[in-house]
C-alpha cells in the first residue's frame, strides 16, 4: 500500500466518521450521472476511438464503453472516482440489474420519499467484493476498510452527493440501465477495458497525447469568470485530434432560443459565451432534457455545447 493510497484512505475513513479533513478535495462522489448522456452519446463517434472524459459517477465511461470505446482516460479532481468506478464494474459483472439498482441506488429508492436502507449492505458486499478484489485490488481495499466498519448510511451521506434522480431518470439517461440485454451487453465489454485515471483538475493537468473525443460534463457551469471558460476551452481543443470533438459544457434547460437570466451562471449568456469562443465556432446539440424525463412534459430541452478541430 503506497503513501498517497493510505491518505486517501484515512481522509475517507475521516470523513465518514464527521473528522474535518485538511484536504482542499471538497468534492463528493456523483453516485449517477446528471446529466443525459443517452441523449448527446450519439453525436460522437465512439467505436475504437479514444475519449477523455470527467465524472466521478463513472457513467461516461461505462455508457462509452457499451459503445465500442476501447481508450479512455478518467480525468478526476476527486480521488474517489476510480475506486467507484471499479466498484460498479464488480457490481454490474456480479450482480443482476435490480441487485445493482438495490446496491448503489439511494435516494427515493424503492419508492419516491423512501430512502434506501439496503444500499452498500454487506451481503451483497460480499458478492462483489470476491470480483473487485480481482480487478483492481486497491478499490477492493478501499471499499472493504469502509464497509466491514462504517455504517453504508454514514458512507452513502458522507462520501457521496445526494443529488440523485429518480430510477426511472437514471435508467433513462444511461443506456447500460435501460433493459437488462443492454445491462449484460455492458457486463460483457466492460471487463474488456481498464481506463486510464488521472487525480487532478481540467485547468493544471498536463497531458501528452491526443484524443478523438474529450467530455468536460457540467463543469462549465459552475465557472464563474469568462477567462476561466476561455482557459479551460484553449487547455483541451489542443489535445484533439484532427476532426476531434470536444463537449465543452452541458447546458440543462437550454437550447438556441433561450433566453439568459441575470442569476443564471455566465455560461449560459450564450450569445456571450460564443463570442467569447468565437475563434472555435462552437455550435449547440440539443435533445431531450433532464426535466422533460422528469415530469414527461415533451417541451425542455437540454444541449451541449461542441467544438470540432479541423
Given amino acids: 500500500m503506497n503513501e498517497s493510497f493510505s491518505v486517501i484512505m484515512s481522509n475517507a475513513v475521516n470523513r465518514c466518521n464527521c473528522i474535518k479533513v485538511e484536504d482542499g478535495m471538497l468534492q463528493s462522489i456523483y453516485p449517477f450521472t446528471t446529466e443525459n448522456i443517452s441523449g448527446y452519446i450519439d453525436k460522437f463517434n465512439l467505436k475504437d476511438k479514444s475519449l477523455l472524459t ?13 459503445k465500442g470505446c476501447k481508450d479512455i482516460t478518467l480525468l478526476d479532481i476527486n480521488p474517489y472516482t476510480k475506486f467507484y468506478y471499479y466498484l460498479k464494474v464488480a457490481s454490474i459483472l456480479s450482480l443482476d440489474l435490480d441487485e445493482f439498482m438495490s446496491f448503489l441506488r439511494y435516494k ?11 444500499v452498500f449492505n454487506i451481503e451483497t458486499w460480499n458478492k462483489v467484493k470476491i ?4 480487478i483492481d485490488y486497491e478499490s477492493y481495499l478501499f471499499w472493504d476498510e469502509l464497509f466491514q466498519t462504517i455504517n453504508p448510511i454514514k ?11 429518480n430510477t426511472d431518470i437514471i ?10 440485454d443492454l445491462y449484460e451487453e455492458a457486463r460483457n465489454n466492460v471487463k474488456k477495458i481498464r481506463p486510464t485515471f488521472i487525480n487532478s483538475d481540467i485547468f493544471n493537468v498536463d497531458l501528452k497525447r491526443k484524443y478523438d473525443n474529450i467530455w468536460l460534463s457540467n463543469i462549465g ?17 489542443k489535445l484533439l485530434n484532427k476532426d476531434g470533438l470536444l463537449l ?10 433561450t433566453e439568459y437570466e441575470e442569476h443564471w451562471n455566465i455560461i449560459y449568456n450564450l450569445y456571450n ?12 446539440e440539443t435533445f431531450t432534457g433532464i426535466d422533460d424525463l422528469k415530469f414527461n412534459s415533451n417541451n425542455m430541452n437540454d444541449s451541449i455545447l461542441v467544438y470540432q478541430k479541423r
Avoid at 470480483?131 to 480481482?134: E, K, M, S, T
Avoid at 465543452?248 to 432560443?257: A, R
Avoid at 467569447?276 to 462552437?282: F, R, S, T, V
Wanted: hydrophobic share 35%; with cysteine.
Fill in 54 to 66: 470527467v465524472g466521478s459517477s463513472g457513467d461516461q465511461v461505462i455508457n462509452a464503453i457499451l
Fill in 108 to 118: 427515493d429508492y424503492p419508492e419516491v420519499f423512501a430512502d434506501n436502507k439496503n
Fill in 131 to 134: 470480483v473487485l478484489r480481482l
Fill in 155 to 165: 458512507i452513502r451521506n458522507r462520501l457521496f452527493s445526494l443529488d440523485e434522480y
Fill in 171 to 180: 435508467s433513462s439517461c444511461n443506456n447500460y440501465l435501460k433493459s437488462q
Fill in 221 to 237: 457551469t459552475s465557472i464563474t469568470k469568462e477567462e476561466m471558460i476561455i482557459k479551460m476551452t484553449d487547455n483541451l481543443a
Fill in 248 to 257: 465543452i459544457s452541458y447546458l440543462y434547460e437550454t437550447d438556441k432560443n
Fill in 273 to 284: 459565451t460564443f463570442e467569447l469562443l468565437k475563434d472555435y465556432q462552437p455550435y449547440l
